[in-house]
């Protein structure tokens, strides 16, 4: 078990600064997401906490020992890529062995350690087979059972269901968290999938630009998103963003939206951001016309016209209405978000 601490990490490629002075702390048995859009930096410094990458300044800590210095193999860090890497010519349980192999580990506990691993992945019936003659879901249970064997303090994990068909992805979701949940083992796990995110994490990260934009719980960023990009990079379908004016108390926007808004506001420009599942439908309501409808079953997803402005929403059961009609509209004042238009940070 180990409590990994981030300290001002930065991150040059030669001149180009990539990761710009992060700092985070993973608590012990935490499972902890990183997320963020492509490019911003998270397998980077995932690999900095492995030891695969150099640390350009700051410090990386496991258990209060600072390890900038550390080779890899000493971290007591076990990695599942995206792409599994597997050795293709070995089968399962030499995959899982390897790294006991080269650690001289003997042959009587290298047996025992694989066959829990597999245990516990499913895999008894597969160790002879070779990783070209398995599923997707199954190289991915074997590069985890890799890791496994290795009874790490930490894993690290970089998006390692990209791969997987969207099926697949779910159910291989619970179980990396149903594994988490049995080891208790400190996870750091790298995805740009928000709701992987969302489901897996006790806590996630969210990386824009080789910063830090929010740390918190997953409802803690859905119900009060500190910016315009984790309000809109959180939540499906995304958060509307209506730009407008705080006038005497109440929002106004220039295709004649209007909210009360919450006590204290001063007047001036704001944008506020609305949920689609905080829009309701109710023939009292606003009215808009329905650009486009789109019926998923147990809910209705809808696009809304208000002048320039379009608003989605996401109502549960069915809805009548065709595209060219008017419904009407409502909105809790009290589920609106307001945010700076300038800053982009939250207003309340
Ligand atoms: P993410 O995993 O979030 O998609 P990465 O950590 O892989 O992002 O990359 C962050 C940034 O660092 C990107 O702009 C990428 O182009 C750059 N980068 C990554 N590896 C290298 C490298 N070896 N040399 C130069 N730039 C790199
Ligand atoms: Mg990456």
Redesign the pocket.
């Known amino acids: 078990m180990a409590r990994v601490e981030i300290d001002r990490v930065v991150k040059a490629?030669g001149a180009?600064q990539?990761v710009h002075g992060v700092s985070a702390a993973i608590e012990d048995g935490e499972f902890v997401v990183l997320v963020?859009?492509?490019?911003?930096?998270?397998?980077?410094?995932l690999r900095m906490i492995a030891g695969l990458e150099h640390i350009s300044e700051g410090t990386i800590s496991i258990d209060g020992e600072v390890v900038n210095d550390v080779a890899p193999k000493d971290r007591n860090i076990a990695m599942v890529f995206q792409n599994y890497a597997l050795y293709p010519h070995m089968t399962v349980a030499q995959n899982m062995a390897f790294s006991l192999k080269l650690a001289g580990v003997s042959k009587a506990e290298m047996q025992a350690k694989v066959d829990n691993a597999a245990r516990i992945l499913g895999l008894e019936k597969l160790l002879e087979r070779f990783p070209g003659q398995l599923s997707g879901g199954q190289r991915q249970r074997v590069a985890m059972g890799r890791a496994i064997v290795r009874n790490p303090e930490v894993f690290l994990f970089d998006e390692p269901l990209s791969n997987l068909d969207a099926k697949l992805r779910v159910q291989m979701r619970a179980e990396i968290k149903a594994l988490h949940q049995r080891l208790k083992t400190t996870t750091i796990y790298?995805t740009?999938d928000q709701v992987e995110a969302m489901t897996m994490a006790d806590r996630i990260v969210v990386?824009r630009d080789?910063v830090i934009e929010q740390v918190g719980s997953p409802l803690d960023l859905y119900d009060e998103p500190a910016n315009l990009f984790v309000a809109g990079f959180i939540g499906s379908p995304t958060m509307n963003f209506i730009e407008g004016r705080i006038e005497r108390g109440e929002f106004v926007s220039p295709a004649g939206l209007r909210f009360s808004a919450p006590a204290g506001f001063v007047d001036g420009d704001v944008v506020a951001g609305i949920r689609p599942n905080d829009v309701g439908l109710d023939d009292g309501g606003a009215k808009l016309e329905v650009a486009v409808i789109e019926p998923l079953g147990a809910e209705t997803q809808l696009v809304l016209g208000a002048g320039d402005t379009q608003l989605v929403a996401l109502v549960q059961g069915r809805v009548p209405a065709r595209p060219g009609e008017a419904v009407g509209v409502t909105i809790d004042p009290r589920a609106i978000h307001y945010f700076d238009p300038i800053s982009g940070m939250r207003l309340v």
């Open positions: 490629y180009v990539v963020g859009p492509s490019g911003c930096g998270k397998s980077t410094l790298v740009h990386m080789g």
